[in-house]
């Protein structure tokens, strides 16, 4: 309740005002910073998505023994700081880095690979977001009723047909599930975004952060945003699960 009272009162005089919250969306680097984060949001969903669903299909081929295994792996970038990714990431793919002075000695400058744009946030992020997305698939492509696709088989319905009407609606409601845990996580990214690129690239979260801790200081601005932000997130949760209970049928 303090957030919401603060964020309607002016950083200078404490009266009331709807000012913070017409900055959001009038200054540019308020406005850029929400549309940063629901671009890189939406970009880092769709990569886990991808490759973790990809994961999931091919996990079908696997033992439960090899998959418990590949499980405790996937678990291991969840127990990181995010410090201790960001620095592992700057010695294989910073400037200096191992991956970029072996391009360097073998004279292919092109394919030199920038750690610190949006692209390197991608990547880094893809080092949490595919395992926790294959995780969730894993489970939802181990648990499919292979009777239902047997059945759909010997009643004359193609590979395509079978995809379409049988397995793709049993897995959409967990694939649902695992967009919304992405998601939600990426549009409040911050510790390792923070060390890899500072304030160069401006996320919500990182911009929330400086305004309320750098020079100018301005709390109630930060408050707005910080809103602004669990409004963002709330609101995604609020669609995915509504989705995911019209698939499940209730």
């Known amino acids: 309740m303090n957030i919401i009272i603060n964020s309607l009162k002016s950083n200078n005089t404490r009266n009331f005002t709807f000012e913070n919250w017409k900055n959001i969306f009038a200054l540019p680097q308020y406005f850029n910073a929400v549309k940063n984060s629901l671009l890189f949001a939406v970009a880092s969903t769709i990569v886990a998505a991808f490759f973790g669903s990809i994961i999931g299909w091919i996990s079908l081929r696997f033992s439960d023994r090899a998959i418990d295994k590949l499980k405790a792996i996937f678990s291991i ?33 092109m394919l030199r690979f920038n750690l610190y744009s949006w692209e390197g946030l991608l990547v880094v992020y893809s080092f949490y977001n595919v395992p926790l997305f294959s995780m969730t698939m894993i489970s939802v492509f181990r648990n499919l009723d292979i009777s239902l696709v047997e059945a759909s088989k010997n009643l004359g319905a193609s590979k395509l047909q079978t995809w379409y009407y049988v397995i793709i609606p049993n897995l959409a409601p967990g694939f649902i599930s695992a967009l919304s845990l992405v998601f939600a996580s990426m549009m409040g990214a911050f510790g390792t975004a923070l060390a890899l690129t500072g304030l160069s690239k401006i996320l919500l979260s990182l911009l929330i952060w400086s305004t309320a801790s750098e020079s100018n200081f301005n709390i109630p601005q930060a408050n707005a945003m910080a809103l602004l932000l669990a409004i963002i997130i709330y609101i995604s949760l609020f669609s995915f699960l509504k989705l995911e209970k019209k698939l499940l049928g209730d």
Not at 96 to 101: A, H
């Open 77 to 109: 970038p969840m127990t990181l700081s995010g410090l201790v990714v960001a620095f592992s990431f700057i010695v294989l793919l910073g400037r200096s880095g191992i991956y970029n002075t072996l391009v360097k000695l073998l004279g292919t400058d």
